[in-house]
């Protein structure tokens, strides 16, 4: 294993202190309990927008902590859930008075203990609401799931959410705007290498050199099948077609698609598959309005790629287009 890092205990706080000397203006830290918030958190009257997960999965979700994006970000040790107190504790520190949105990943980990830091702020008399993320179409149950996993509209979900409530939108409204992009999106993935947890000091998986596994999950989870390697072509063909399939999306919808890096693959390969999804959008007559290419949800380095396709309308749009600023989103 060669990574920069100094101890595989401390990779998780020795980063977060970079993300918080990098940018002291857009966010701070607390260590104890652990989670990121906006510098200039709690915002009066704004509902408050609050998601985390395991590390290692950078920029998601420590990077979009900031304006128009996250109030708070709750980052657990690398592939592992935050507990119920960093997540009690992130939503004390950004409530403002208009109540905070939980925005969960489907992993069970998550789920669980997102529930129980709401149920303990509600408690206390702050408005919560949940929405849970399921919008990967790979697999239907998982070594870390019961239902579909949670992936790129994650990203998608807090852009939007988070501009909703910084123009002070009210929280059941910005929930219900979660809940349709999560209803509205599809993902899947793919890997061509494994990544090494660096507790681990191996590969989490084996695989091949002419092999690739579909439909991955960001935690090295196996996918729908292993099979020999492909163009990028192919594999974009591959990845949509399941995608256009599932919602389904029809002619003439309008679309916010994202291209993902999994940590480990250069952005020249990432355009290569939006070429070739471009062109499946308009064999199936669909408009991309948007589009996000880079990594914005990674595995570590593991090498690979997702797709996500968003069904968007005017509304969706504007909030997208609404300005942001965050460590890894800005516009």
């Known amino acids: 294993m ?19 000397r990098a940018h002291p203006h857009l966010l701070k830290v607390s260590f104890d309990p652990l989670f990121v918030m906006r510098a200039d958190a709690p ?3 704004k509902v408050g927008i609050v998601s985390g997960g395991g590390s290692g999965h950078e920029p998601m979700h420590s990077g979009f902590v900031g304006r128009g994006m996250l109030d708070a970000a709750c980052p657990g040790a690398v592939f592992t859930s ?25 992993y069970t980990g998550d789920v669980m203990n997102f529930d129980i830091a709401a149920e303990l702020v509600a408690e206390e008399g702050i408005a919560v609401a949940s929405v849970v993320i399921d919008d990967d179409v790979a697999v239907e149950n998982s070594i870390y ?54 507790a681990a000091g191996r590969p989490t998986f084996a695989i091949g050199d002419g092999d690739m596994e579909v439909g991955i999950g960001i935690h090295g989870e196996p996918g729908r099948e292993r099979m ?42 990432l355009y290569i598959v939006f070429r070739h999804l471009a062109a499946v959008c308009d064999q199936h007559q669909l408009i991309i309005e948007r589009n996000l290419i880079g990594n914005y949800i990674t595995s570590l380095e593991m090498a690979g790629c997702s797709i996500t396709v968003l069904k968007a309308d005017d509304e969706l749009l504007r909030l997208w287009d609404a300005p942001v600023l965050t460590p890894a989103l800005r516009w």
């Open 82 to 106: 935050p507990t119920p107190d960093q997540m009690l504790a992130a939503t004390r520190a950004v409530d403002g008075g208009a109540g905070v949105l939980h925005i969960v990943k489907n």
């Open 145 to 198: 799931t019961a239902g579909r996993r949670g992936v790129g509209a994650t990203v998608l979900a807090e852009k939007i959410c988070g501009a909703a409530a910084e123009e002070g939108q009210p929280l059941a409204r910005v929930a219900n705007l979660c809940r349709q992009v999560n209803e509205c999106a599809r993902s899947m993935g793919i890997a061509l290498t494994s990544c090494i947890v660096p």
């Open 2 to 20: 060669k990574k920069l890092i100094n101890r595989p205990d401390d990779v998780v706080e020795d980063a977060l202190h970079g993300l918080e």
């Open 228 to 269: 020999p390697l492909q163009t990028a072509d192919e594999i974009t063909d591959l990845l949509s077609s399941v995608i256009l399939r599932d919602l389904p999306f029809v002619a003439g919808d309008r679309v916010i698609v994202m291209v993902n890096g999994m940590g480990g693959t250069p952005l020249i390969e």
């Open 43 to 45: 915002v009066v009257g």
